[in-house]
DNA sequence: TGAAACATACCGTCTGGACGGTTTTTTTCA
DNA sequence: TGAAAAAAACCGTCCAGACGGTATGTTTCA
């Protein structure tokens, strides 16, 4: 029996569902598998409903860009130390953030998301780059180095290597590698 | 008016063309968008004749993958220095491979943006995984350390970022970043 | 009560691929 | 050698099901 206070809707919630759901499909079996009938069915939903929310593959798609943007880059800026004043501050949290997805945990599979997108569709792909130079800018005066490009260079094939669970994404051999990429920062200035 | 003696048939080089053209179709408009019509129309072949030599989507499918695995296998293979001795030489080859990579000449950019593309598949990514831990297993006395490590994975984010064009692929700053990620490489092993 | 939230039913198109042919090439063997 | 036999290459058609999307309900809630 069901008490009757508790709300049988709760479209904000079912919004998150259906688009973490698109993201579980299309990181395991991959983009052609996303489908709408393939959503609703793992959400608890009737594709109708479905389309109540998206109203076409295209919006759920870029629904999911968005999440999958804010939500890192709030990732990042809480990532950064405000009492940092060392070079490649930003470069630093960036790395942080990617290093520490741990792919087990079914919310953190949005970041393997983000970067399938922008390996297959040009237009996600521009997007996110005016997000990088946007926060380059910023931190322009810490981030310019080559030691910082390089640490974000590595942390994007972090990123990248967690999607196969490739040798990098052992956790000692990552911790040994996270661990040289501190010492990099510290060490030198351009 | 048609020689004799030319044969009207060429097989290897319609299997060839099949997956020159599912490469195309795949670059050029995502991988949901790889049909068997689609290919097919494009290689002005039947789509019985495709399947003929390809007799699945998933056989053509894994035709790709054995084709841009083999392509950048040899790159790596050939740009390894035979005298080179240092440590991390194969993962100085896999950076050279990768930063020589020209995205304006299109047959380069063709197969380096499909093996991004083709990540998206989780059976591809098993591959690749495969291939470098292989690779790994070779040359376990040169290019385990944390230096090499990240070279690698620094070489994975350059080809990232190659495809959305970001700052890091200017030429002047990918310069400073390769000559960086050099110094690297001499300096220590761990 | 009416608007938002969902469900159900349905449609037109596309897709993978099975199938039975025909033509071309290679192999067999007398 | 060369004709017969076998195999490979390729074509055109057809179909069951999946897919994205629409139209129309029914329930929930402010």
Request: aromatic share 6%; glycine share 8%.
């Amino acid at each position: 029996m069901m008490t009757r206070l508790q709300r049988k809707n709760n479209p904000a919630a079912l919004r998150l569902r259906l688009l973490d759901c698109a993201a579980q499909l299309i990181v395991e079996h991959g983009l052609p598998a996303l489908t709408l009938d393939g959503v609703a069915r793992e959400a608890g939903v009737s594709k109708g409903g479905l389309l109540h929310h998206y109203s076409s593959k295209d919006a759920l798609i870029g629904g999911l860009f968005e999440m999958v943007v804010d939500w890192f880059g709030g990732q990042v800026e809480a990532a950064i130390d405000p009492d940092e004043t060392r070079p490649a501050r930003f470069s630093r949290a960036y790395l942080q953030v990617i290093a520490q997805i741990d792919m087990s945990v079914p919310s953190e599979k949005r970041l393997a998301v983000l970067i399938l997108m922008l390996s297959s569709d040009p237009h996600f792909c521009a997007r996110w780059t005016s997000w990088v130079e946007a926060q380059l800018r910023e931190h322009q005066a810490t981030d310019q180095s080559p030691v910082a490009r390089c640490m974000r260079l590595a942390a994007d094939g972090l990123w990248l290597s967690d999607l196969g669970g490739g040798p990098d994404s052992v956790a000692t051999v990552r911790h040994e590698i996270l661990q040289f990429l501190e010492t990099l920062g510290t060490g030198r200035q351009s």
